[in-house]
């Protein structure tokens, strides 16, 4: 297990791994308007590679501190969308599920547009 966040009650103690704080990160993502999905964090001969979705936390990198998570995420937009937008609605999503599932707090979360996927509509 990734070295992640630590909460700790008069129960007990739980420990939530990068690995979880990813998927669940993904997984909110995923669900905004305007994202076809996770992109890998680099760039292949300028293509950004479409994850599927077994493979969501290869798109997102977490790290723990004391003051709790900082994510960044690598996303590839649908074409027409105004990105701001987009960015802003996941950052958004990914911040508050991440509190509301597993108690951390979420210091900043940091959008990386890799691309912009456009349908092929004749």
Request: hydrophobic fraction near 40%; charged fraction near 25%; proline fraction near 0%.
């Amino acid at each position: 297990m990734r070295e992640g966040q630590e909460l700790t009650n008069e129960l007990g103690m739980v420990k939530i791994s990068e690995e979880v704080i990813s998927i669940i990160s993904g997984l909110a993502a995923m669900e905004c308007y305007g994202l076809v999905g996770m992109s890998s964090k680099g760039l292949h001969d300028g293509i950004a590679r479409l994850l599927g979705s077994e493979n969501l936390s290869k798109g997102i990198e977490v790290e723990t501190t004391e003051d709790g998570v900082k994510v960044e995420l690598y996303i590839i937009v649908e074409y027409g969308t105004k990105i701001s937008e987009v960015a802003n609605n996941v950052i958004d999503r990914v911040k508050y599920t991440l509190e509301d599932m597993t108690g951390v707090n979420v210091i900043e979360v940091n959008i990386n547009v890799q691309g912009v996927r456009v349908n092929n509509v004749t």
